[in-house]
């Protein structure tokens, strides 16, 4: 089928909302790109001018299609090198989604993206819609084809899986930067107990290669063992750079609504450090350094102004 410039208008225009939908079901931007393309196939090949509610469609259809998407991802998880992380999306990219609200913004966190992973396809379907689109659970019911009383169901328990998984927090921008500041002047000092000091006693600090660049298997536990990692993190020696190929340079950023470390070699970046950070200290570093998760970033990186680096490792 031909479409007319209306109903490809009506596409483009529901593309922002399915690309944030697709990547916080998939915690991959090229997956959910090739889902909203998939989608669009679908619309295209459709008879458009039978449907009575377009968005009902496409978001139907561009979650079954992520519903598929996250079986088989489970699957190759399985076989993954070392530990697993979501690809980072950069502060401004549109494919972050709403933020207007504390759900909305959590919802694409790092932590809770990981969270995610624990959940069943349906109840990470449930849980997204309702949690950052705010879809009534009949429309959610309708998408899925259960009952409105099962979704219901399926929200509460997904909910309550999160919320058991990490502590609510927010803390404000100015209050993030000082505390970030803090850990970049702890973890260059050469010592392990102004680090210490800055993390909760159950930190962890995970770290995703995908077995493309070396990155521990298990995660560092503990704010010991984690500051102990981080200030050999933070100390240029040889091994370092060689890995690094180069000089790198630390910026201080946002990801995925959380404060971040960027770290880029050449213009081109190497790491995107996200810091959990709560009313009792850092909790937790997700270092995100899989090439193939940050060609995005890159691209991203390229075409922003991001001023002066905190820090260089020579």
């Given at each position: 089928?031909?479409?007319?410039?209306?109903?490809?208008?009506?596409?483009?225009?529901?593309?922002?909302?399915?690309?944030?939908?697709?990547?916080?079901?998939?915690?991959?931007?090229?997956?959910?790109?090739?889902a909203?393309?998939?989608?669009?196939?679908?619309?295209?090949?459709?008879?458009?001018d039978?449907?009575?509610?377009?968005?009902?469609?496409?978001?139907?259809?561009?979650?079954?299609?992520?519903l598929?998407?996250?079986?088989?991802?489970?699957?190759?998880?399985?076989?993954?090198?070392?530990?697993?992380?979501?690809?980072?999306?950069?502060?401004?990219?549109?494919?972050?989604?709403?933020?207007?609200?504390?759900?909305?913004?959590?919802s694409?966190?790092?932590?809770?993206l990981?969270?995610?992973?624990r959940?069943?396809?349906?109840?990470r379907?449930?849980?997204?819609?309702?949690?950052?689109?705010?879809?009534?659970?009949?429309?959610?019911?309708?998408?899925?084809?259960?009952?409105?009383?099962?979704?219901?169901?399926?929200?509460?328990?997904?909910?309550?899986?999160?919320?058991?998984?990490?502590?609510?927090?927010?803390?404000?921008?100015a209050?993030?930067?000082?505390?970030?500041?803090?850990?970049?002047?702890?973890?260059?000092?050469?010592?392990?107990?102004?680090?210490?000091?800055?993390?909760?006693?159950d930190?962890?600090?995970?770290?995703?290669?995908?077995?493309?660049?070396?990155?521990?298997?298990?995660?560092?536990?503990?704010?010991?063992?984690?500051?102990?990692?981080?200030?050999?993190?933070?100390?240029?020696?040889?091994?370092?750079?060689?890995?690094l190929?180069?000089?790198?340079?630390?910026?201080?950023?946002?990801?995925?609504?959380?404060?971040?470390?960027v770290v880029?070699?050449?213009?081109?970046?190497?790491?995107?450090?996200?810091?959990?950070?709560t009313?009792?200290?850092?909790?937790?570093?997700r270092?995100?350094?899989?090439?193939?998760?940050?060609?995005?970033?890159?691209?991203?990186?390229?075409?922003?102004?991001?001023?002066?680096?905190?820090?260089?490792?020579?």
């Open positions: 089928m031909v479409l007319t410039g209306n109903q490809i208008d009506l596409f483009e225009a529901s593309m922002p909302r399915l690309k944030a939908i697709a990547y916080r079901l998939l915690g991959s931007s090229s997956d959910a790109e090739d909203v393309q998939d989608t669009f196939l679908r619309w295209q090949s459709a008879d458009v039978r449907i009575e509610v377009p968005e009902a469609w496409l978001t139907k259809v561009l979650t079954n299609l992520c598929n998407q996250l079986t088989s991802a489970r699957a190759r998880r399985e076989t993954y090198v070392g530990q697993w992380l979501p690809e980072p999306l950069l502060a401004g990219d549109p494919m972050l989604g709403p933020a207007d609200t504390v759900e909305q913004r959590e694409v966190s790092f932590a809770v990981a969270l995610m992973e959940l069943s396809p349906n109840e379907v449930v849980y997204v819609l309702r949690e950052a689109f705010g879809y009534p659970h009949r429309r959610i019911a309708e998408i899925l084809d259960i009952t409105e009383a099962s979704g219901q169901q399926i929200f509460h328990r997904a909910k309550k899986h999160i919320a058991d998984g990490r502590t609510r927090t927010e803390i404000d921008e209050a993030a930067r000082r505390i970030v500041d803090e850990f970049l002047t702890a973890a260059t000092s050469g010592r392990t107990e102004p680090l210490v000091r800055l993390l909760t006693a930190a962890v600090a995970i770290g995703d290669g995908g077995g493309k660049v070396p990155a521990r298997t298990r995660p560092f536990e503990g704010a010991v063992a984690v500051a102990k990692f981080m200030r050999s993190l933070f100390t240029p020696n040889q091994a370092a750079r060689n890995l190929g180069g000089t790198a340079e630390i910026h201080v950023s946002y990801a995925n609504g959380l404060p971040a470390l880029t070699v050449d213009g081109r970046v190497i790491g995107v450090m996200c810091l959990e950070i009313a009792d200290g850092i909790a937790a570093f270092n995100q350094a899989n090439p193939d998760k940050l060609e995005r970033a890159t691209r991203q990186w390229a075409a922003t102004d991001h001023g002066e680096p905190v820090l260089r490792i020579n």
